[in-house]
DNA sequence: ATTGCTCTGAGACACGTGCCTCATTATGAA
DNA sequence: TTCATAATGAGGCACGTGTCTCAGAGCAAT
């Protein structure tokens, strides 16, 4: 009736407790005829081990650490709501979160602070941090001494390091057709802005916009990215002076994160009617920007998921287990003013 | 450093671990300023019980019943498929769920079939069935024999039953937004086509779908609600008739979740180009109509995300506990081939 | 037969909580 | 004051697994 013990596949295999310990923890030891014996014990009675029963004898607990920029743009803040969130939903699993800030723009720094982690105080780290040398370095170092790592939405692509984030092309692409189809004229030119081009993600989307815009909707053209540095007068400068030098603009993507500066001025300048304006992220100023019809639809992906997804990738690491992929791919998600 | 524990708890409050036990489990015959001591000390060293050490000690599990529609449309198989995904992820937690179905279309077998249903052997259902007076009434005297239910993607709307599934007017508002905002006329007809216009969900999206349509799109007209009773015949014959009848059928909104009569269909007989069609559910058969340009856009929601939410839910109130609500939100979600 | 291995078994304790019994103390009513 | 009852304490066992130790059993080489 209820669930077989080790004690239920030591009967039935024909061995001891102590015998059973040794085969299903892989211990030395233990002749190859015993073992099968004890697995094939294991699938006749369909044995599961009890894992809280396992964490609760080796007194077992996670401490994971997230490394996130000090930046205070709003999709950050929506990661760290979620993370402290987090911190609630797995407190009952054992698994205590912490988040430590650097900053995005200091690559050596970063690498510094990631060659003091060790996993005596630590079981994983999930990273978001701009992809660069130094970084990359230093956390194939960290893997090395033993400490799980995972990259954060930003995409480091190590090889065997795992990522939990969107596919940035296809985020792109999404952007493309909807603007394209969005767009009821029949030729037109799109700005394109971004707080930096300087990231992976960035140009990642922007090569996924290219691409369908191309194929696609070649009525469209996509200007060259503008770029804000985070500076909403810079914003507006460089907005309005391409507005100025191209009378036949019929939409906006803003590819980064951080949409406030460039919609805030989108929406301060006058722009032709039919206008199609796209952006990143779900935020509090997002939703409101799609509520008040400054902005057309937004491409997110859920930060509640990406941060328990991580959690549950770096558990699974330590544990040497496998996580559920259909549970943990993030999707590229669109918004529209019904659908919030 | 590590977690406090009921001991701990005990000598900060100042009391015994008897007497800690008896206010965590509210047990009674504790005086009051006795359990504000115990709960200013759990405040004071912030202490959260051990899950997995207290379900080991009672030999808690969970038996968890979904009772679903026998129908054999493919948005359902998405959801057994998950239900059986979900057995492996649960089984970790102690959490053994099952399948039964039922005949949609008879409401008082049904009914009898939860009559026979007790809490002695089941610690929640999830119901997925149409909302009738009967099953209704069955429902409640479920949860009277103190068998916890929620209503599963169909709205039983029972007061004081929680429900898992997406808010169906929204997504019909967020149809009619996509198939407006797509279509590059000025002027046409809608095709709205249904299984059956029986069901509380398929009337709310029609709803929503109507709403936005006559606000936001005033030149487009949705035709009204042609019924296929799940026959492709029936539905090839209504759908020709209404093409030929009406030359300005410019689009068509499927908002049933089988949609494959209806989209074979429209690919077969021959419609004007610009033609928008948009449909319920990610399936095998929609993700291939979206690739193949024959669907537009499909609106959906997680089918695992539903099945786990359901499953923590009912945990949740099996163990009488609140559920993290941004965790269980199900989100309207819309596919395009680009992000798929 | 002895020695030195390898393999296995028996048993104990720990983890944190639930749940029980029995004893003891505190409290309030008579 | 006495007594009854309410409130609390002390302690033990159970849950399933991990992790020890120690004792043997089995086996091969000498």
Known sequence: MSRPTTKDLARVAGVSRATVDRVLNGREGVKTKTIDKVNAAIKEIGFVRNISAANLSKGKSYRFLFVLPKSGDLFLAEILRHVEEAKTVFAADMVRTDVHHVDENDPH??????????SDDLDGVAIMAPQTPQVRDAIMRLQERGVPALSFISNQSISDMEWVGIDNIAAGETAATLLGRF???????????????????SLERRRGFDWVLNTTFPHLEALPSLETYGSEDRARAIISAALSNNTDIIGAYVLSSEARAP?????????????????HERTPFTEEALRKGSLDAVITQDTGHLVRSAIRKLRAKTDMRDTLNSQE????????????
Do not use: C, W, Y
Request: proline residues 3%; aromatic residues 6%.
């Open 263 to 279: 919609v805030a001025v989108l929406t301060e300048i006058f722009v032709p009617p039919h206008f199609v304006a796209l952006a």
């Open 329 to 340: 791919r993030i999707r590229i998600e669109i918004l529209l003013s019904t659908n919030l």
């Open 109 to 118: 720094k970063i690498a510094v602070f990631l060659a003091t982690l060790s």
């Open 183 to 201: 767009s009821q004229v029949r030729l037109g030119k799109i700005l394109v802005v971004s707080e930096t081009m300087q990231s992976r993600d």
